[in-house]
């Protein structure tokens, strides 16, 4: 054991340590090439069998437990999240804080953030990146029990995949913050005077951040938000679903950690926990000393955010209606799988699902079945369902495709070419579980289909492929689109089809099948969210998502 | 003469003319040495003799005349602009159209401009830089004739240090776009199956970007939101202000023609004139089509858009009170020179001028002397007194000094160091002018002072030089302020000022004397507006600046 070195010397060999991640990072998004430092691969082969078990051991020492979080203002203890796996409470209690006491501490805390050198603040920023892959084991446990993702889901989707999203945001922080030169001399001739001045350029956060997480993917959106606030200077401070608190108490207790550990206030990082009866978010949305918010969810919320936000940067990831395009296929087998597992992934529970199936006339029966016959494999094979669909979060998804489904009978043009039904979980037998509903409808409901239902329901549209892209693309428009699909091997239907897309700052998969998910989005290569249409304001990530967080202050004087 | 290229050919010609250009603003701004394509003096040794002469005829050859400009939608002419230096009416008038009309031609110019390489969108503006310091001498006629700025500022200010900080927006607007890479190949194992995909990434402009200019300086901040707006593939839709349309005609005009002299549709550019008695600016505010708004004016107007605007980005400069603290000088007359110089330039009717001087106790008798002798100096001088102060442009402005002057006798603790009055300008003697008042003041009276007065008046505050600090860095929070300016001989109260300002988002010049103006604020170099303050929420210019301007959308597909 080293003796504990000052904390000048830690911090400085920090920055050494994560200069090479950092700067391999700002390459990435540069050449958007595959890249990562982590393995998403939960795979005892690389991990070692005993982080698996460390990992879920954490996770149950934690149950029917407080959450050991030292947050300012604590009022009380709450929790109310129920494992959609289990059916049973986690019985973890969190501190609830005034939201006052967090705003004030988080102020008390800044003044040495945004006195710190930038590069230690982005490799403090790594620093955590890295102890949450440390613990992903753990994380990947609690994501599983409060959002319902599949183990393996869990691990990698909101481990890995995740921090790659924090970092790239980092890795645009960086950017950003290099791109100003701390200092120059400026020499010119006023009037026959030679005049010589130095001028300093101070990087100065806006001030405190508020991340505002979803309950299905919570820490997706989170790391990017969290990382690109913190490393422009600013605290932050989480704020999780009240149904899906514990990945987010596990990131501050993380995080605060690696503040502590390098001589920081942790308080730079709160979580301001609250309930659904006593929701906090828009107290601290309207706090003054709130300068920048990050949202993820639902439409709803999201949108009243972006009528009523000013003064306040504000950045949103909501929902919309992601639509599949099939003109023509080579091979309708491996075009239907790619579908049917896309729709199947996490029960449709993710901003990237297809929603709805827009299939030429004289392909649609043929689709319409491989279609079917793909879910079933899935739905039907229980390795591959607890893998793929994992659980159900909230008996709103439930309602939400039951409504559905008690529509086809009042409807003419719509009927049901797969019914959706729980699958039978071998580990968790109580687990809240459903396979994908899918109706076959034709042109004349849009209604039904044109607005999102959050839950495993695929709507396969009869439509001429040209009226589809039309369609498709109005939807982007109009409902939000994060994800499009389309199939074609006619490439002048694809020339026609790409500008409409373009126009709808829809991002479209054209023709993948294969291993790869067509809904994964790679950080570092695929940027999520065009901030076009009203699926959000905001990309993961880009200039844009991190270059108005901190503000450029100047001197200047003569020179000596 | 040559033959005329043909457009593809001329196109490709003007990316490489303006590379070198662009590649250097690019360099400027990341050095922030002083630098310019272009001579900021007026003088004929540099220009020539004909140039001056030619200029002054192109604008009396536009007075008493429609201004021509070919636009859609033309409702009626209007114009009501009137010389400060004459107290005539201009009699020119400009096509008021049809705001609809104005919306739905840009919208029709749009495709093509979305579609042109973001590298001949650049090339383009720099081309349109280019033509207006071509004009530049008719420029500095208008903008004298609107706004009342001298002669020599008019050429400069208002022509290449505009022209500078509109190329120093282009060179952003380069390096935000060039940062994305336009195609990638991603190659990633998928559960043993190797994927490889083609990427593009396009970039998208949100709509339609407004301009709102000012009376008083219209080209400084026109210049970089018309230029940021139109690279990033944005139509633009200027809007000046009903007195001071002149300059803004030309830019127009200008503009116009480079994009039809290179295949492009003038209407990606048009003017919106209106009149005081119908403003126009909410309806193009409040369209959906305007999804980017650049606003220069006043705190009332510009607030209130900060207060409303929603889910479009809004881009303000307002004002502030401009602070100057005075704790120690090394040379007493050299310092209120500087402050004289910048309190009378273009009669403080200037964004960056100071109004608030506050001076340590045992300073404040002999700096208000020497104060009031430098601005004698000028004002008893007049050569100096016109090519300094110019002309007020407004009767408001006038008002404003006459309002104060007439608190002076109600309150006890302020007296009249020096009283306003017009000058006699030798060559327009029916010129408006009005030399500064300068005000004794102590600290009971911020009421007085911590308003704006959009006009000559100068207050000289008694106050300990640390509680000035604390006091002038809470005018800058709570009141805005773009530059403020501290003479100290103490680098301890030095270092223990700075921090203030820069926590206020002030930028601040320090013991700055001499023959450059201490208000001057360089284009590449200064960074002007820090955007945490009231003075506005943009700063000129920054990456944030033109960012989020366009959007990226992304395709992929496997790769052939």
Chains 1, 2 share one sequence.
């Not at 005993?50 to 149950?60: N, S, T």
């Not at 009203?534 to 901190?550: E, M, Y």
Request: aromatic share 8%; net charge negative; hydrophobic share 45%.
């Amino acid at each position: 054991m080293n003796a504990p070195f000052p904390v000048a010397d830690a911090r400085r060999a920090l920055i050494d340590r994560h200069a090479d991640l950092i700067n391999a990072a700002i390459n990435a998004v540069a050449t958007r090439a595959a890249w990562s430092p982590f393995k998403d691969s939960p795979s005892t082969k690389i991990h070692g069998p005993d982080k698996p078990l460390a990992g879920k051991a954490a996770f149950e020492a934690q149950l029917n437990r407080p959450f050991d979080l030292d947050l300012p203002g604590v009022i009380d203890h709450v929790g109310a999240e129920v494992s959609p796996f289990t059916g049973e409470a986690l019985g973890i209690t969190y501190p609830r804080c005034d939201p006052e006491a967090l705003i004030e501490a988080a102020q008390t805390a800044w003044p040495d953030w945004r006195a710190a050198d930038p590069e230690l603040r982005l490799a403090l920023c790594a620093e955590m990146a890295t102890r949450l892959y440390d613990v992903n084991f753990e994380m990947a446990q609690a994501v599983m029990h409060v959002a319902g993702q599949s183990y393996t889901q869990a691990f990698s989707g909101s481990g890995p995949n995740a921090l790659d999203r924090g970092i790239e945001a980092l890795a645009y922080a960086a950017k950003a913050m290099r791109d100003v030169t701390r200092s120059a001399r400026y020499e010119r001739d006023f009037a026959g005077e030679a005049v010589s001045l130095d001028k300093t350029y101070a990087l100065v956060p806006r001030g405190i951040g508020l991340v505002v997480c979803c309950a299905s993917f919570p820490t997706w959106n989170a790391y990017p938000a969290l990382f690109a606030s913190l490393a422009t200077g600013n605290p932050v401070i989480l704020k999780p679903h009240p149904i899906a608190v514990l990945p987010m108490a596990i990131v501050a207790r993380e995080c605060r950690r690696v503040l502590a550990d390098f001589g920081f206030d942790p308080n730079l990082i709160t979580l301001a926990v609250d309930t659904l009866a006593q929701p906090v978010a828009q107290v601290l949305v309207d706090h003054p000393a709130v300068q920048i918010i990050d949202f993820t969810g639902s439409p709803r919320y999201g949108g009243h955010l972006e009528r009523t936000v000013t003064g306040k940067l504000l950045f949103t990831e909501t929902a919309g209606v992601n639509t599949v395009v099939v003109h023509s296929v080579a091979d309708l087998d491996a075009a239907a799988r790619a579908v049917a597992r896309a729709a199947s992934l996490f029960s449709a529970q993710m901003c990237t699902s297809p929603q709805v199936v827009y299939v030429a006339p004289d392909l649609v029966e043929a689709f319409g079945a491989a279609l079917v016959a793909q879910i079933d494999a899935i739905a039907d094979d229980p390795a591959m369902a607890v893998g793929i669909m994992g659980a159900i979060q909230g008996e709103v998804s439930l309602k939400a495709v039951a409504d559905v489904r008690g529509a086809v009978e009042r409807r003419d043009g719509v009927h049901v070419l797969r019914e959706a039904a729980p699958y039978a979980h071998p580990q968790f037998p109580k687990a809240r579980t459903l396979t994908p509903l899918v109706l076959a409808v034709d042109g004349s409901a849009p209604d039904l289909y044109a607005e999102e239902h959050f839950g495993p329901v695929l709507f396969v549209v009869t439509m001429d492929a040209d009226a589809a892209v039309a369609e498709a693309t109005y939807l982007a428009r109009t409902k939000g689109s994060i994800s499009s699909y389309l199939y074609s091997t006619d490439e002048d239907f694809i020339d026609r089809s790409t500008p409409l897309y373009e126009q709808a700052g829809a991002n479209l998969t054209i023709n993948l099948t294969g291993a790869m998910w067509i809904n994964f989005a790679a950080a570092y290569s695929d940027y999520h969210v065009s901030g076009l249409n009203p699926a959000g304001n905001a990309c993961l990530a880009d200039l844009a998502f991190v270059a108005s967080r901190f503000r450029i202050v100047q001197r200047r004087r003569p020179s000596e």
